[in-house]
């Protein structure tokens, strides 16, 4: 599990083919390797990788043609900068949301404009995981944790504040920029159990209701 604070941005030095899929070596820049240890999971612009490989400046990490399918990684470059963040410990501080690494889908960067010193993002998510993105509520892009301003449709907007456009690779990002996104735990939690409940009482009528609530055990009348 992750928070969604960035805590370096590293960058792709190596894509090896690997019998269908291939393994990424990341250079870490600031990342504290210290306490990494193999097999232990690290964000990669959201995605969680289990490292194979260790050095004191780089991880190795195979990369599944299931990652490849959902994520931008089947576009990674040499020299393509990633945003970075190791898993949680018990003292970590939750600055963000919590984080599962597990990307729902691709979306693509439609707008870009300054506001002050922070910029405006609009961002258009797949048709399938837009139910999920709610105002004012989180979101994970590239594996930085973000608050939703508005939606419309499959459109969303978000603010960038300074730090987070020097810290991130949204600085650097543009107008057609692919994205991770992942969309919040708990809206994906909620959906299933309101599904498990709604098969389970024949007064369901489709919503939420007060009855199908209580059912799910959120409160006792």
Not at 33 to 43: N, R, W
Not at 93 to 116: C, P, Q
Not at 197 to 219: A, D, I, R, W
Request: hydrophobic share 40%; aromatic share 6%; glycine share 10%.
């Amino acid at each position: 599990m992750f928070t969604g604070i960035i805590l370096a941005i590293g960058q792709v030095s190596a894509i090896t083919p690997k019998e269908g899929d291939f393994r990424l070596k990341i250079q870490t820049g600031k990342l504290p390797m210290t306490t990494v240890q193999l097999g232990d999971s690290i964000a990669v612009n959201g995605v969680c990788l289990t490292a194979v490989e260790l050095g004191t400046d780089y991880f190795i990490a195979d990369v599944s043609n299931e990652t490849l399918s959902r994520t931008t990684l089947k576009e990674a470059k040499t020299g393509m900068p990633v945003n970075l963040e190791l898993a949680l410990t018990p003292s970590t501080r939750m600055g963000g949301h919590i984080v599962s690494g597990h990307v729902d889908g691709i979306g693509t960067i439609l707008d870009k404009k300054s506001d002050g010193r922070s910029w405006r993002f609009r961002i258009k998510a797949p048709e399938t995981i837009a139910k999920y993105i709610a105002e004012k509520g989180s979101i994970c892009i590239d594996g930085i944790s973000l608050t939703v301003n508005e939606v419309e449709g499959a459109v969303f907007g978000i603010n960038i504040v300074p730090h987070t456009l020097k810290e991130t690779t949204l600085g650097t990002s543009h107008i057609g920029t692919k994205v991770n996104l992942e969309v919040d735990l708990l809206a994906r939690y909620m959906e299933r159990l309101l599904q498990s409940s709604s098969t389970e009482s024949s007064e369901y009528t489709g919503g939420v209701t007060e009855q199908l609530l209580m059912n799910s055990g959120f409160f006792n009348k």
